[in-house]
């Protein structure tokens, strides 16, 4: 009999019901050191005071209004992302899918006003994710995202993740855009060099082709800069933001250059939810903390902690684990032996961490881990490590 929640997913037998911080308590009291944040989600981890402050105030006051009506929350969200990054504008929506579709759609409508309605196709990667609905899966273009689904929106085109060679010759006078997740999150935690990424744009300026990154997962300080493009000190046309500017509310956004979005009028597109009062309050705040330099800074002096215990990890776990990667806060382990093995024996040590492609465990803490969270993680991964090589 089919379970009365869809079985889409292969859960582990944890329910928990409380969160404080970087940690999380089941509905039994046993108590779990969160590593993956709600996959890379609770970016200042659970309950934080001054989310809970803002979120209960909004509640008391109003949760949604059409947008229909100005709204001072939605404004004040957009405004801020707009003083802090690259864009001159930004719509609000309730995650990272529903960003990935206004982001192709704007790429397209931008050609068509253009007077190039053929100019439509979008060049991806291999190991990209963009979502789940038919256009992101269509465009990250995995065997198992799209099987069983088709026909599949056309006019997508998966190359080799950052194979420079491939994609200029990809590019023709039908390539809209070049759609790219600096740091691949569900692909493995695989980060575009700097020198690729500048390559990118420097190809997109001359051919035209607009430039959107997917900085859901990487972005909002998780790799160490607000947006993990700025290392690169380059800029996109477009981005998809959600997952940790919400702060664990549903909470998405694409933003843009004015050129970008110049095809994008009065009733070009819209959302019911997206841009609530609710949510918006949140991210405003989620943003104002986290944009804040001194905060950046805390978020790469703890990276650099966290990073220099997991190189000794790999290195006293030769059969476990083969290497680290990422940036920032954006961590993952390359491993030797089975990664859902890893992670089902990070469990035994009440130790949250998530499985990527590419055989990989991700490590996705809160931005504002404790140094001593961050030493008792390093802990029980090792233990972690010292069990399953035992077996
Ligand atoms: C999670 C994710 C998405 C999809 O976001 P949802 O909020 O789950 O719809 C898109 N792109 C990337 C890079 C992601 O990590």
Not at 159 to 172: K, N
């Amino acid at each position: 009999m089919i379970p009365s929640v869809l079985p889409t997913y292969n859960r582990a037998p944890l329910a928990f019901e409380r969160g404080e911080g970087s940690w999380l308590t089941t509905t039994d009291g046993s108590r779990y050191l969160d590593l993956g944040a709600g996959i890379a989600v609770n970016a200042l981890g659970h309950a934080h005071p001054d989310l809970v402050a803002v979120l209960t105030e909004q509640a008391g006051k109003l949760w949604h209004v059409s947008n229909l009506y100005q709204i001072p929350e939605q404004q004040k969200l957009a405004d801020l992302l707009v003083e802090n990054t690259f864009a001159d504008t930004v719509f609000v929506t309730n995650s990272g899918t529903e960003a990935a579709e206004l982001a192709i759609k704007m790429a397209r409508k931008y050609w068509y006003d253009k007077g190039q309605p053929d100019r439509i196709e979008i060049l991806t990667f291999d190991g990209a994710f963009h979502g789940r609905s038919t256009g992101a899966i269509a465009a990250a273009g995995s065997e198992k995202m799209v099987k069983g689904y088709g026909p599949l929106m056309p006019g997508f085109k998966t190359l080799p993740f950052g194979d420079h060679e491939a994609l200029r010759a990809a590019v023709t006078e039908k390539t809209a855009a070049v759609m790219v997740e600096p740091i691949q999150g569900e692909g493995g935690i695989r980060a575009l060099p700097d020198a690729c990424l500048k390559g990118m744009r420097d190809l997109c300026d001359q051919t035209g082709a607009l430039l959107i990154l997917d900085e859901v997962q990487c972005g909002v300080g998780r790799s160490g800069k607000l947006f993990a493009h700025e290392w690169a000190g380059i800029t996109p046309d477009i981005m998809m933001v959600a997952k940790g500017i919400g702060g664990g509310f549903p909470l998405g956004a694409v933003l843009a250059t004015e050129n970008a979005a110049s095809g994008m009028i009065a009733g070009s597109h819209g959302s019911t939810y997206g841009g609530n009062p609710l949510g918006c309050a949140v991210g405003a705040k989620v943003l104002e903390i986290i944009a804040d330099p001194a905060f950046m800074a805390e978020v790469n002096r703890k990276a650099a902690l966290f990073r220099q215990g997991l190189e000794s990890l790999v290195a006293s776990h030769p059969d476990i684990y083969e290497a680290v990667r990422g940036e920032g806060l954006m961590l993952g382990l390359k491993c030797a032996a089975v990664n859902s093995d890893v992670v089902k024996a990070n469990y035994a040590q009440n130790l949250l961490t998530v499985p990527a492609a590419d055989n990989v465990i991700r490590l996705l803490p809160a931005l504002n881990i404790p140094d001593a969270d961050i030493a008792e993680a390093l802990s029980r991964l090792d233990k972690a490590a010292t069990s399953l090589a035992a077996t």
